[in-house]
């Protein structure tokens, strides 16, 4: 199974927009289903959204409109463009991988902070 590691976490003010990054430690191609989800403190994890192998995606209400899932199969990479960001959308997030599975794969997590 690949690796994740999630990068482009950080501070953002309300409004504002973050990137996040995951990078696969080997192929992507044939892994049909990856995505992002994200746990707020105090909560359970929730889906943010799906992307896959062939590029279609799908969102939680939460990230329609605001949240882009990108996914490139020859850079083993699956991004998350973040507009609009809202206080609400506090969260470490987590790229995963193998969704559907009986062995799916998470990344470490990185820390998205909406803060004025």
């Known amino acids: 199974q690949v690796q994740l590691v999630e990068s482009g976490g950080g501070l953002v003010q309300p409004g504002g927009s973050l990137r996040l990054s995951c990078a696969a430690s080997?192929?992507?191609?044939?892994?049909?289903?990856m995505g992002w989800y994200r746990q707020a403190p105090g909560k359970q994890r929730e889906w943010v959204g799906t992307?896959?192998?062939?590029?279609?995606?799908t969102y939680a209400n939460s990230a329609k409109g605001r949240f882009t899932i990108s996914r490139d199969n020859a850079k083993n990479t699956v991004n998350l463009q973040m507009n609009n960001l809202r206080p609400e959308d506090t969260a470490v997030y987590y790229c995963?991988?193998?969704?559907?599975?009986?062995?799916?794969?998470w990344g470490q997590g990185t820390q998205v902070t909406v803060s004025s």
């Open positions: 080997g192929s992507i191609f044939s892994i049909y289903l």
């Open positions: 992307t896959t192998s062939d590029g279609r995606t």
């Open positions: 995963a991988s193998n969704l559907g599975t009986s062995s799916p794969t």
